[in-house]
């Protein structure tokens, strides 16, 4: 079984869908609630093991309850939590999201507090086939892409905002989202800010851009898979299962662009559920999705 090894945050989230996104100071009533673990890389992680993939996940949590919702939900979607490091008397992160019939989701994070700065407990990890990490706390993110690096496997980085450039300098594989390469580079056009980096960044580079699809670099120029057309009922989790999609098949050998195709079906069929990850597809799901559609 492909192995990959995925660092970053792991929280809980309060997922609450309501009729439009607040705008005012009173009560408000959600139409439908759910419970669910989120974080880019606890999603990544849950995301490759509903497609057939092992997870070892590495992240910070505090030793309080909330730390026990999200340890006991990864163990029981099959996601190896031996390297989450959970901090003496340190506060868990959660989020308070809102989503609205188009989809659409508004995010209040608390990032927790009390936590560990160092990543000294990240040593002793077993054999990977890749190794996927967020961008949301640097020490882990430069960590772990400079495992990859050393282990000769592919070294995946969610690319949001703010991008630190020093931590991705070993990277093989940097998916930005929009919003991160927007801010990296001042560039509206993703186009153009994703030529711009060329230069600067030896990885190989792609955006995300939601129902848009992904541009990507390829033999220096620019190329365009576009994504697929659903019903959308939540868009929460969507980019991190296209990140933990992307990094399995990378690390089961598929070319970039297979890749992307793979990552673009389990992200839309994701985004036709409610309740953040708990949407995240299947192996069998996503392949006839893809067949279909081609």
């Given at each position: ?191 153009v800010g994703l030529s711009s980096l060329t ?96």
């Amino acid at each position: 079984m492909t192995n990959i090894l995925v660092a970053g945050v792991a929280v809980l989230d309060f997922v609450f869908s309501v009729d439009s996104l607040p705008t005012r100071f009173e009560k408000y009533r959600a139409g439908d609630a759910a419970i669910v673990g989120g974080g880019c890389a606890a999603n990544a992680a849950v995301a490759i093991t509903r497609l057939g993939g092992s997870a070892l996940l590495a992240a910070r949590l505090g030793d309080d309850h909330l730390a026990d919702i999200i340890l006991s939900e990864l163990r029981n979607e099959n996601v190896n939590t031996d390297f989450v490091f959970q901090t003496p008397n340190g506060r868990s992160s959660f989020s308070s999201v809102y989503v609205d019939p188009n989809g659409e989701r508004q995010i209040m994070n608390f990032r927790g507090s009390g936590l560990e700065q160092k990543v000294h407990w990240l040593n002793a990890i077993p054999h990977t086939d890749a190794i996927l990490t967020d961008n949301r706390w640097s020490p882990i993110t430069a960590k772990a892409v400079d495992m990859a690096c050393k282990r000769d496997v592919p070294g995946i980085v969610d690319g949001e905002d703010p991008v630190d450039l020093d931590a991705l300098a070993n990277a093989s594989h940097i998916a930005f989202s929009k919003q991160g390469l927007e801010a990296l580079t001042g560039e509206s056009n993703l186009v153009v800010g994703l030529s711009s980096l060329t230069t600067k960044l030896h990885s190989w580079m792609c955006v995300t851009d939601g129902p848009n699809g992904v541009y990507f670099v390829e033999n220096g120029r620019v190329e365009h898979i576009p994504g697929f057309s659903v019903e959308v009922k939540d868009t929460l989790g969507a980019g991190d299962i296209w990140h933990g999609a992307f990094a399995l098949r990378l690390a089961e050998g598929a070319q970039e662009s297979d890749a992307i195709q793979f990552a673009n079906a389990a992200a839309s069929l994701k985004c036709t559920q409610f309740g953040g990850r708990a949407g995240s597809p299947n192996r069998i799901a996503t392949e006839i999705f893809l067949k279909e559609r081609r």
